[in-house]
C-alpha cells in the first residue's frame, strides 16, 4: 500500500525536501482558510457521483459520511498534514483514516485537482464579493446620511489643493457615494462572471465519466458553467484577475475619500475629526489625535497597487499549467481581509465623524472662491466674452491681493478700473452687490446646472442614490438567499445520502 502521503511517490519516487518547504508548505494558509469551498466542492461532486450512478449507493454513503464530518468539524479539528499544499491529498488522507483509502480514493472519479481548484477558488470569490458587496451598502448609507446632514454645510472646494469655488460638505460626500455606486455595480458584475462552476473540466479534456456538471452547478448554487473543459479546468482563470482588479479599484477609490478626511483632520484646516476611538496619540507628544482610521485605509489603498500586477505576474505566461494560478490564489485570502477591514474602518469613521461646520465656512469665502461667478456676471450684464470677463476680474484679484484686501472689503472702484484697463469697458456695480456676487453661500443657491453644489440638487442626487442603493441591496439580499439556500440544500442531500 501507499505510505507517502504525496501523489508523486508511485511515479516519481520521495520529493525533495526543498521542494516540500518551498512549494508545499507556502500553502497551507490558504488552505486551512478555504476548507469550507473545498469540502462544499467535495460534497456537490460526491451527491453527484451517488445520484447518477457512478458510486454505489453503499459507497457514496460511505463516501459522503465521512466528507459530512469534515465540513462539520471545520479546519479547527482537520488534522493537517504539515508537508502537503494539496487539499486534495489532506482530504484524501484523512478520508482514509475515516472511512477507508478504497473508499477515499473513489472521490476523485471524473475530476482533477485542476477543476477542483477552480471551482474551490470560485466558491470562495463569490462569497467574498458578496461579502465586500455588503460592506460597502453599508459605507454607502453611511455617506449617504452624512451627505444629506451636510447638505448646506458651506466649505471650499478644491482643485490641486487650492481654493476653486464654494461646495457643500454634502455635495463632496454625494460625490463618493457616486463613486461606491459604481463599485458597487462592478461588483455585481462581476460577480454574474465569477458564480459559475468549473467542476467537470476535469485536468482540462474533460471525462468519460457520465457526469451531471448541471446538477453539480445547482447544487453549489451556480447560476450556471464554464462550460469549455480547458477553461474550467483552470487554464484561464482571468475571474481572479477580474476580482482582483475590481476590488483593487474599490480601495483606490477608497484610499481618495481617506486621503481628502485625513488632509482635513489636520489643524492647518480643522474640518474633520475621526471620533477618538478610531484615533491614536503620541508615545512623546501627548496633544497628538492621529486619525489612525483614515491611515489604515490609505496603507491598504497603497498596497491595492500591486495586486493585480502580482496575481497576472503568477498568471500571465500561463500555457499547460495549473501551479502559476496557485501562487497567484495564495495571495487572494488576505487581499480580501484587507478589504473588509478597510471597508468596516470607513464605514465606522464615516458615520462617527465630526464636522467642523464654521471651520469650514469661514474657509469658504477666504480666498476669492467666487470670482467665476462674478466673471459669469459681467458677461450676463456687459455683453462680455467669458474670456474678456476672466481678464478683467483677474486683474480685480491681482490688484487686490497686492493691496492686501480681500473679497470681503474688496470696493467696486476696484472692478471699474480693471474693466476700462482689461476690456474698456465701464462696470457699474455698486459695493454692496459686488460683495453679494463674491458671498459665498449665495454661490451656491446661483448654481442651476444638475448634479451642482446647490443644497437642491445635492438633496435630488441623494434621493436618486438611495433609489440606486436599495437596488443594489435587493440585489445583495436575493443572490445571497439563492446561494445559501442551495448551499443548505446541498449538506441536507449530502446527509440524506449518508444516512441511507
Not at 128 to 153: F, G, M, N, S
Not at 340 to 346: D, E, F, I, N, T
Not at 416 to 433: F, H, N, Y
Amino acid at each position: 500500500m501507499k505510505r507517502d502521503v504525496f501523489l508523486e511517490e508511485a511515479r516519481l519516487g520521495p520529493r525533495s525536501q526543498s521542494l516540500i518547504d518551498y512549494e508545499e508548505v507556502p500553502h497551507l494558509a490558504r488552505l486551512r482558510r478555504r476548507l469550507r469551498e473545498y469540502s462544499l466542492v467535495d460534497l456537490a461532486h460526491a451527491v453527484m457521483l451517488t445520484e447518477t450512478g457512478i458510486l454505489s449507493p453503499a459507497r457514496g454513503a460511505q463516501l459522503l459520511e465521512g466528507l459530512m464530518q469534515i465540513h462539520e468539524h471545520g479546519a479547527e479539528r482537520f488534522p493537517w498534514l504539515p508537508r502537503s499544499g494539496s487539499y486534495l491529498v489532506q482530504a484524501e488522507h484523512h478520508l482514509g483514516t475515516l472511512v477507508g483509502e478504497d473508499i477515499a480514493g473513489r472521490l476523485q472519479t471524473g475530476r482533477s485537482r485542476n477543476d477542483q481548484s477552480a471551482a474551490a477558488e470560485r466558491l470562495y470569490l463569490r462569497d467574498l464579493l458578496l461579502e465586500v458587496a455588503a460592506d460597502l451598502i453599508a459605507l454607502e448609507r453611511a455617506v449617504l446620511a452624512q451627505a444629506l446632514r451636510h447638505a448646506e454645510t458651506l466649505m471650499p472646494g478644491y482643485t490641486h489643493l487650492q481654493h476653486a469655488q464654494p461646495a457643500t460638505f454634502g455635495h463632496h460626500l454625494m460625490r463618493q457615494a457616486s463613486i461606491i455606486d459604481r463599485d458597487l455595480a462592478r461588483i455585481a458584475s462581476t460577480y454574474a462572471r465569477t458564480n459559475l462552476s468549473a467542476l467537470g473540466g476535469a485536468a482540462m479534456a474533460g471525462t468519460s465519466w457520465p457526469i451531471d456538471r448541471r446538477r453539480v452547478a445547482d447544487l453549489l448554487g451556480h447560476q450556471g458553467l464554464v462550460v469549455n473543459s480547458s477553461d474550467a479546468g483552470g487554464f484561464a482563470r482571468d475571474c481572479l484577475e477580474e476580482a482582483v482588479a475590481v476590488l483593487a479599484l474599490m480601495m483606490s477609490n477608497l484610499g481618495r475619500f481617506a486621503t481628502d478626511l485625513y488632509i482635513w483632520h489636520s489643524f492647518e484646516f480643522g474640518f474633520v475629526e475621526v471620533a477618538d476611538g478610531l484615533a491614536g496619540t503620541s508615545s512623546i507628544m501627548p496633544q497628538k489625535k492621529n486619525p489612525h482610521s483614515l491611515e489604515r485605509v490609505k496603507a491598504v489603498a497603497g498596497q491595492a497597487i500591486g495586486w493585480l500586477p502580482t496575481v497576472q505576474g503568477s498568471q500571465r505566461g500561463v500555457l499547460s499549467t495549473d501551479l502559476d494560478h496557485v501562487y497567484g490564489d495564495d495571495g487572494l485570502t488576505p487581499m480580501g481581509d484587507a478589504c473588509l477591514g478597510s471597508l468596516r474602518l470607513m464605514t465606522e469613521s464615516v458615520a462617527t465623524l465630526i464636522v467642523h461646520e464654521d471651520a469650514m465656512a469661514a474657509k469658504a469665502s477666504a480666498f476669492w472662491s467666487t470670482t467665476s461667478h462674478l466673471a459669469d456676471e459681467l458677461v450676463r450684464r456687459y455683453d462680455l466674452s467669458f474670456r474678456a470677463a476672466h481678464h478683467v476680474v483677474g486683474r480685480l484679484v491681482r490688484d487686490s491681493i497686492g493691496a492686501g484686501i480681500g473679497p470681503g472689503e474688496v470696493e467696486a472702484s476696484a472692478l471699474t478700473r480693471a474693466g476700462r484697463e482689461m476690456a474698456s469697458v465701464e462696470i457699474d456695480i455698486g459695493d454692496q452687490a459686488l460683495r453679494e456676487i463674491l458671498d459665498a453661500r449665495s454661490f451656491l443657491g446661483t448654481r442651476a446646472s444638475e448634479g451642482s453644489v446647490n443644497p437642491d440638487h445635492v438633496r435630488a442626487h441623494h434621493a436618486a442614490l438611495v433609489a440606486s442603493l436599495e437596488g443594489h441591496a435587493a440585489w445583495h439580499r436575493e443572490t445571497s438567499a439563492l446561494v445559501s439556500g442551495a448551499i443548505e440544500g446541498l449538506v441536507e442531500q449530502a446527509r440524506a445520502i449518508a444516512a441511507s
